[in-house]
Structure formats: structure tokens, C-alpha cells
């Protein structure tokens, strides 16, 4: 393929995109959820940040040990994030009158970031809550890290054959086999502070330790309406959500309804995908064809040259060894003519001298 055929063709599929329908992620309209959803209620309030909903992840998710064990609080001392290996981390914050603490997760939006811009659809947001994620066919951009208002998905970057995107499932493959009936974090925790059942049922719960214990909490569910909703809801204490280090700028509106402008170019990426790898295959297979028909001439040529080479250097050689073998020869011959000639006077000679003595006697 020619690079101006290349770009030709890259231009008419952008032609054709513009003329496709809007991304469906982006089509403005919002999702109030499944009606049987559930999700999970974190009372920062009951939080001690003993960690043991980390290891109760871990244990569920056979995941990698981490480099210190789940006894040792010292980490605590140092903000962390989720990440490939380690689904759910606890930090430690300074409030009003001590320490806070807070589990962080993916928060299984109602309206999953991560889902609306994947091209490919590897996110899926299941009746149950939870959003999971299908690696087969991920094609690693990573658009959904990027989007994530929570910044929770993580890369595995220390993969080179099959990395994935790595985030909590809510523990949906393992409830779903009846393995559990709820997240490990959940069934680990051994103050309370998760609490886990219908979506509409945790705000109820939630609402009802608001009047019940008065200036205990903020008076506001964290997720029941920021970005769209989630799935993972927070309460507070009076130090608020911004000393837990949480976002407070979010808004009520979900990514799919903010982007739905930006998004409606995913059609055209779409489209622009299969030329784009197309085209740079097609032109590499091309370079690759040239370079090893290059190649294959240039063996060729270095093969002739070198037989050429060795062909002139045995006529050489035989030349000369001819040439040597004639002297040879003729050195032999004239060695053996001299031989005879200096025989010949030798044998004369002797035959005058026997005459002479023989007249002498006379």
C-alpha cells in the first residue's frame, strides 16, 4: 500500500464515521440504576484501619501477598491507592479529635466511566451492582484509567504478553458461584463499618444512623448521587468527606451525560481503529517484504562473490602449481642431461688414458 492510498483511506472512513449515529454511552440520558442492585455502606465512623478487609480481599481474590504483612499498620502512615495486585487499601487521615480512616475501592458507578469510554465494551455493569471487566478483549488503551473520576483501575504494566486492568469486582464472580454471599472486605470486617444488601436498602440504613445518632455524621450518603450515583455509598463523621481525602467537586452527573458531546467521536474512532492498524500493518509487512527480498539479494550476491572468488583462487592456485610442476620437470631433465653429459667426458676420458698406456707398452 502507498502512503497517499493510506491516507486515502483513512480519509474516507473519517468521512463515513461523521455520518454514523452518536456513541450509545453518550447519549444524555441517565440510568437510575437496576432495581435489585446492591452495593456496600463504609461508616468511616467505625473504621479503625485494622486492615482486615485487605487481607480478606486478598484472600478472596488469591492475590499476591504485599510486601508487609496486613498486621502492619506503620503503612498506614503513608497515603496509598489501589493498584494491580491489591484490590482495596485503608488510609489514615487527621481529623478534628484523632485519626480517620477510609477503605478505597472502585466504587461501581451506576454509570461506569470505564464502561462509556470503552470502545470495545471489556467493562459491563451487572444487574447485581458490581462492574467487572473482560480482559479477552481489552485492547489495553487504557481510555478508562484516564476517565475514572475515582482513579481506581490499574495497569499491569509488568506483563509484557497479556497485560489487564485491574480493579475490585465486588466479589461478583465468587457470590455469583455461591462461593460467598458477600465481599470479602464485607465478611472481614469485624467493627461493622461495611455493610452490605440493596442499594436502596443501605441509604435507608444509612438514613436511619443519621437520626438516630445526631451530630455523629454529615448528613449526606456519599455516592448516592455523585457522579450519577454509585454503587458503593460513605457516610461520614462531622470532620467531614473532604478530611477522608474524597472529592467534593464531583457533581451529581454521570460521566456518560457530561461527555456526551466529546463522546459522540467514538463511532469515528471506531471506524478509524481498523484503517489506522490496517494501513501500519500492511505497511510493515511491505517494508518487511522489501527488506528481506534486500536481504535475500544481498546473500545471493555475497555467495556468487565469494564462489567467484573461490573459483579464481583454485585456478590460481592450480595455475601455479603447473607452473611449478613443468619447472620442476625441467630441472629433473636437465639435471639428468647434465648427469649424462659429465658420464659421457667421464667415460672418454678414461678411454684415451687406457689408449695412451696401451701405445706406451708398445
Known amino acids: 500500500m502507498k502512503r497517499r492510498q493510506f491516507l486515502g483511506l483513512l480519509g474516507a472512513a473519517g468521512i463515513t464515521a461523521t455520518l454514523g449515529t452518536t456513541a450509545q454511552a453518550a447519549g444524555g440520558k441517565s440510568f437510575d440504576g437496576y432495581p435489585d442492585a446492591k452495593g456496600v455502606l463504609f461508616d468511616a465512623t467505625r473504621c479503625i484501619g485494622c486492615r482486615k478487609c485487605e487481607a480478606g480481599c486478598n484472600k478472596v481474590n488469591k492475590l499476591p501477598a504485599p510486601p508487609k504483612p496486613f498486621e502492619d499498620l506503620a503503612v498506614l502512615e503513608k497515603e496509598r491507592r489501589t493498584d494491580e495486585k491489591t484490590y482495596t487499601v485503608v488510609n489514615k487521615y487527621q481529623g478534628k479529635s484523632g485519626p480517620l480512616f477510609r477503605k478505597i475501592q472502585c466504587n461501581h458507578c451506576m454509570e461506569p466511566a470505564c ?48 497485560p489487564r486492568v485491574m480493579k475490585c469486582t465486588m466479589c461478583h464472580d465468587q457470590i455469583q458461584k455461591g462461593e460467598i454471599n458477600a465481599p470479602g472486605c464485607v465478611i472481614s470486617c469485624p467493627k461493622e463499618a461495611l455493610t452490605y444488601g440493596k442499594r436502596d436498602d443501605l441509604i435507608e440504613i444509612a438514613r436511619e444512623r443519621m437520626k438516630k445518632n445526631p451530630g455523629r455524621y454529615v448528613k449526606h450518603i456519599y455516592g448516592e448521587k455523585e457522579m450519577g450515583g454509585t454503587n458503593w455509598l460513605y457516610m461520614a463523621g462531622t470532620d467531614g468527606f473532604s478530611a477522608l481525602g474524597m472529592r467534593e467537586d464531583l457533581g451529581t452527573k454521570s460521566v456518560p451525560e457530561i461527555s456526551a458531546g466529546p463522546l459522540s467521536v467514538v463511532p469515528m474512532v471506531a471506524a478509524l481503529w481498523p484503517a489506522l492498524l490496517g494501513g501500519v500493518w500492511a505497511m510493515n ?28 583462487k583454485l585456478a590460481k592456485a592450480m595455475e601455479s602449481a603447473e607452473r611449478d610442476k613443468v619447472q620442476a620437470v625441467e630441472r629433473e631433465v636437465k639435471r639428468a642431461l647434465e648427469e649424462a653429459e659429465a658420464a659421457r667426458k667421464e667415460a672418454e676420458a678414461a678411454k684415451t688414458e687406457t689408449a695412451d698406456k696401451d701405445g706406451e707398452g708398445a
Do not use: I
Not at 447485581?128 to 478483549?137: I, N, P
Open 115 to 162: 464502561a462509556s469510554v470503552c470502545f470495545v465494551r471489556a467493562f459491563t455493569k451487572n444487574p447485581d451492582g458490581s462492574v467487572t471487566y473482560d480482559a479477552d478483549v481489552c485492547v489495553g488503551c487504557r481510555y478508562c484509567m484516564v476517565a475514572c473520576p475515582f482513579n481506581v483501575p490499574a495497569y499491569e504494566y509488568d506483563d509484557p504478553l497479556t
Open 285 to 312: 509487512k511491505r517494508k518487511e517484504k522489501v527488506a528481506e527480498e534486500e536481504q535475500k539479494a544481498a546473500v545471493k550476491a555475497a555467495k556468487a562473490a565469494t564462489k567467484a572468488e573461490g573459483e579464481a
